[in-house]
């Protein structure tokens, strides 16, 4: 098969949508407090946190956390159970799996483009497919997850006063570059069963008439 136009369109917006996640995977702005609401939370992401003068109401000794740390460090462990909510937890662990997906999805949608690494068949393509729409939902739920938990007044303090950041639309703009590379493939692979019909009657009749 050649390169059809919705091949060439599947494989740029796979691209970018992978380039994107990457950059919102491992970006620490997801969220972020508005600097004029002296607000003892700075901004978070999927993996780092920066607290400025933050002291948790249910800890007796009053410790003060300052500074920037990775989510998982032990400088967190008292507070874990606040910074990382189960709603949190999940996000991350949907995030860690999304990533695995769509750079999978990529390096097959990749491979089809280039003919090589992947097979050029309709079961390829339509494998393509898949893991991109499973990526698609996956970015989908972890915006609406992140999206409802970041007004969480539970959560981090001062919730009216906090902006959903660059990292967080990044990922939302990744997750629609998704959305827009799964139609090309699932147009592409529907294209390839058509013309293999046609092809199939086509050679049917041929051979029906030379008897």
């Known amino acids: 098969m050649g390169k059809s136009p919705t091949l060439i369109i599947g494989t740029i917006f796979i691209v970018l949508a992978t380039i994107l996640n990457f950059i919102a995977f491992v970006s620490p702005y997801w969220l972020v407090s508005d600097p004029r609401a002296n607000n003892p939370f700075k ?11 933050f002291v948790d109401p249910k800890d007796y000794v009053s410790k003060l956390y300052d ?6 460090w032990p400088e967190f462990i008292e507070i874990r159970y606040w910074l990382n909510p189960p709603w949190f937890t999940a996000l991350q662990v949907l995030a860690v799996f999304n990533f695995l997906i769509i750079v999978f999805g990529m390096m097959t949608v ?9 097979s050029d068949s309709n079961r390829t393509v339509f494998r393509a497919f898949v893991l ?21 007044r539970t959560w981090m ?3 009216d006063f906090n902006i959903l950041s660059w990292g967080y639309w990044l990922h939302v703009l990744g997750g ?5 590379s799964a139609v090309a493939l699932f ?10 019909s046609e092809k199939d ?9 030379s008897y």
């Open 176 to 180: 629609f570059f998704t959305f827009i």
């Open 132 to 152: 991109v729409f499973v990526s698609f939902i996956f970015s989908t739920i972890e915006a609406i997850l992140f999206g409802m938990g970041s007004i969480d």
């Open 67 to 72: 500074g920037c740390w990775w989510i998982f």
């Open 157 to 159: 303090p001062k919730a």
């Open 43 to 53: 901004r978070i992401g999927l993996w780092e946190a920066c607290l400025e003068g």
């Open 110 to 118: 990749t491979g089809i483009m280039c003919h090589c690494c992947s």
């Open 201 to 209: 009657s086509t050679s049917g009749q041929s051979h029906s008439g």
């Open 187 to 196: 147009c592409n692979w529907f294209r390839r069963r058509f013309d293999e």
